[in-house]
């Protein structure tokens, strides 16, 4: 939920954050409102990204299934590389492995 703006002066603060960008994801235009221009250059790589993949499962699949059974396939392929990438930012094993060294070393000071 969007903050509460009290002021004019934090309306124009918000509105100048705030940007229109128009996004082409495979054969649709998009209008979206971004709150952080920051963010605009990932939104078009994750555009684009759609865009590549939407048209390689649309041109294996195109007439044989749905047009949303291939967005479907476009969503899971790109949930499967972000879920791997987080488990590859997984730091578990090495922080116990830290903490077992860590424990080892203190327990040989003592």
Same mark, same amino acid.
């Given at each position: 939920?969007?903050?509460? =703006? ?5 309306? /124009? #603060?918000?509105?100048? #954050?705030?940007?229109?960008? %128009? =996004?082409?994801?495979? &054969? $649709?235009?998009? /209008?979206?409102?971004?709150?952080? *221009? ?6 078009? /790589?994750?555009?684009? =990204?759609?865009? $590549? %993949? ?6 294996? +699949? ?18 499967? *590389? +972000?879920?791997? #990438? ?7 094993? +090495?922080?116990?492995?830290? *903490? ?6 203190? &327990? /040989? =000071?003592?």
């Amino acid at each position: 939920m969007p903050p509460v =703006l009290t002021t004019e002066t934090t309306m /124009a #603060e918000e509105s100048k #954050e705030k940007l229109n960008i %128009r =996004l082409h994801v495979y &054969d $649709e235009d998009i /209008a979206m409102v971004l709150h952080n *221009r920051e963010d605009e250059v990932y939104y078009r /790589a994750a555009a684009k =990204l759609i865009t $590549e %993949r939407y048209g390689a499962y649309a041109q294996v +699949y195109k007439g044989r299934k749905s047009d949303h059974t291939i967005a479907l396939m476009t969503l899971i392929e790109i949930a499967l *590389r +972000y879920e791997k #990438e987080l488990g590859k930012n997984d730091t578990t094993p +090495y922080d116990n492995i830290l *903490r077992q060294l860590t424990s080892e070393i203190e &327990d /040989a =000071l003592k």
